[in-house]
């Protein structure tokens, strides 16, 4: 995916490459490798103004983060996004779960738990089934 959007010259497809290789990383326990391209497709992103396509790479950064105990590093990612446009949905549930995530780790458990339980709402409002 890389390579062909490479081949195009397509930025939307190199980020979205980049984020998809981070969250298999992730999935997979590399979590340095899930951060470094998280935050490299967060910043073509941010460089494009791919603003619809940041939610996702910036969830999956704020977990490897967190993971990796970086969380002051969360709250900059997080900051990458722009929140009320995206109610209702797929993008804004999941800067809805970067941030209640966020928020637990760092002790702020009503709100996160807010954030979380919104970011399931929405979900479930678009017909996104989770195993149980």
Same mark, same amino acid.
């Given at each position: 995916?890389?390579?062909?959007?490479?081949?195009?010259?397509?930025?939307?497809?190199?980020?979205?490459?980049?984020?998809?290789?981070?969250?298999?990383?992730?999935?997979?326990?590399?979590?340095?490798?899930?951060?470094?391209?998280?935050?490299? &497709?967060?910043? @073509?992103?941010?460089?494009?103004? *791919?603003?619809? %396509? $940041?939610?996702? !790479?910036?969830?999956? #950064?704020?977990?490897?983060?967190?993971?990796?105990?970086?969380?002051?590093?969360?709250?900059?990612?997080?900051?990458?996004?722009?929140?009320?446009?995206?109610?209702?949905?797929?993008?804004? &549930?999941?800067? @809805?779960?970067?941030?209640?995530? *966020?928020?637990? %780790? $760092?002790?702020? !458990?009503?709100?996160? #738990?807010?954030?979380?339980?919104?970011?399931?709402?929405?979900?479930?409002?678009?017909?996104?089934?989770?195993?149980?």
């Amino acid at each position: 995916m890389l390579d062909d959007a490479r081949a195009r010259g397509s930025i939307m497809g190199y980020v979205g490459g980049l984020t998809y290789r981070a969250l298999a990383a992730l999935r997979r326990g590399a979590v340095d490798v899930a951060a470094s391209d998280a935050a490299r &497709a967060l910043e @073509l992103g941010q460089e494009h103004e *791919l603003r619809f %396509a $940041l939610p996702c !790479t910036v969830q999956i #950064l704020v977990e490897a983060l967190l993971e990796k105990g970086e969380v002051e590093q969360c709250s900059a990612a997080l900051s990458a996004v722009v929140f009320a446009p995206l109610d209702g949905t797929l993008p804004g &549930a999941m800067q @809805l779960t970067a941030r209640g995530r *966020l928020s637990v %780790a $760092l002790g702020r !458990t009503e709100g996160g #738990l807010r954030d979380l339980r919104e970011a399931g709402a929405a979900l479930q409002a678009l017909g996104v089934k989770t195993r149980t």
